[in-house]
């Protein structure tokens, strides 16, 4: 992945949370990084490393084919 497919990783988990009405906090949480971290991400200070990319794909993977509310609480499934 190059640091421009990451730019725009970044920039399509920012919308979804946008239009999900989800905060920073709510995003790391569940990806399992801190809120600082996801803030600079959004920010462009700094690029996920292979472990955030991996969560981040995983993440939007799940968010289109569940409710965004279930997937921040675990969702049905525990994940």
């Given amino acids: ?3 421009g497919d990451i730019s725009e990783l970044v920039r399509q ?3 979804y949370r946008q239009k999900a009405g989800l905060s920073q906090g709510d995003i790391a949480w569940k990806l ?3 809120l600082p971290t996801v803030s600079r991400w959004e920010r462009g200070i700094c690029t ?3 472990r955030a990319v991996g969560a981040i794909v995983d993440f ?4 289109d084919s569940h409710d965004e509310k279930a997937l921040i609480r675990g ?3 525990g994940a």
């Fill in 48 to 50: 996920p490393d292979l």
């Fill in 1 to 3: 992945m190059l640091i």
């Fill in 60 to 63: 939007l993977r799940r968010a």
């Fill in 75 to 77: 969702g049905a499934d």
């Fill in 13 to 15: 988990l920012q919308d």
């Fill in 32 to 34: 399992g990084f801190a």
